[in-house]
């Protein structure tokens, strides 16, 4: 077999990204069997099975490893030579759009975009993935279509976009034996707090601010994510910083209250990043576009 079919690409590149035939397919708009044909054509082509079922879906073999950085640059630069992918129809797509976000984005963006592409395409599937040291590697190879999210370790070398700005809270039980409406500088030393310390964000400026101003903040819990928070603070007497939004989101789902906190703490903006490469993707645009209407400006109207 001399000649190499461009379909192929695609599904090559989508199994690859996706670790699954029928999932490859659906992104595709195809028939699973015509995927499954197209990859025994390439498995021939490369005299390599390519893919192998394992535990964690459709692996790629060694082989497969080292052609798709070279089948997926041929892939975008021919369609970038087309002048566009072709017009993407979100109520008609089946698409399935990878993001990465951070756990805080998890639980106060996901709700609002899932509901929203209910009504307007139907068909799309999200697939969560959480932001790590390895984001910029699946953001650069197209594992992952957009990282939502605080994150200063992709603000070199990505497209980026601020969505809205955010700034911190303290969360008390809403029972706390000492604590009432006002958090003071004084109950705020003399309670025991919550770390959460979450790879890939860039939250840790608080606990920076905290240090260089020598305040006594007394940890008794770390935590790796802000999932589990309200639930424990609304169960003990310990305190924990947080983005607002994140608690104005929690306060609603446990008996906690949200105080101000009693020093100044800095702001930071909620950005969306993109690789180069997906820049003219019609539906990495529409994707891009959907997430600004629902997100950009002041968020606190829309949660």
Not at 156 to 173: I, K, P, S
Not at 232 to 250: C, K, N
Request: charged letters at 20%; hydrophobic letters at 40%.
């Amino acid at each position: 077999m001399a000649k190499l079919d461009l379909d192929w690409l695609s599904v090559f590149v989508e199994i690859y990204k996706t670790q699954s035939v029928s999932r490859a397919a659906q992104a595709l708009g195809m028939e699973q069997a015509s995927a499954s044909i197209a990859l025994n054509k390439l498995r021939r082509h490369f005299d390599d099975p390519l893919f192998c079922r394992t535990s964690a879906g459709m692996s790629p073999t060694p082989r497969a490893q080292t052609i798709y950085p070279d089948l997926l640059e041929a892939l975008l630069r021919l369609e970038k030579s087309r002048g566009t992918t072709g017009a993407f129809l979100p109520q008609e797509s089946k698409r399935e759009f990878r993001l990465c976000m951070t756990d805080i984005s998890e639980i106060v963006l996901l709700p609002r975009l899932i509901n929203h592409l209910q009504t307007i395409a139907p068909g799309l599937v999200i697939a969560g993935e959480k932001i790590s040291p390895d984001s910029r590697r699946q953001l650069e190879s197209g594992d992952v279509d957009l990282a939502v999210g605080f994150t200063p370790d992709l603000e070199a070398g990505f497209y980026q976009q601020a969505l809205f700005a955010q700034d911190f809270v303290c969360l008390a039980a809403g029972n706390h034996p000492r604590i009432g409406s006002k958090l003071t500088l004084k109950a705020f030393t003399n309670e025991g707090h919550i770390q959460v310390i979450s790879s890939g964000t860039g939250h840790s400026i608080v606990d920076k601010v905290i240090t260089k101003n020598k305040i006594d903040r007394r940890i008794v819990l770390r935590v790796p994510s802000y999932l589990g928070v309200a639930r424990i603070v609304a169960q003990t007497e310990f305190l924990v910083i947080v983005p607002r939004q994140l608690g104005s989101a929690l306060a609603r789902q446990e008996n906690v209250k949200v105080l101000e906190p009693p020093m100044l703490l800095p702001s930071y903006k909620v950005k969306q990043h993109w690789h180069e490469r997906y820049n003219q993707d019609a539906g990495n645009v529409w994707l891009r576009k959907t997430m600004a209407s629902l997100f950009s400006g002041d968020f606190s109207t829309v949660i």
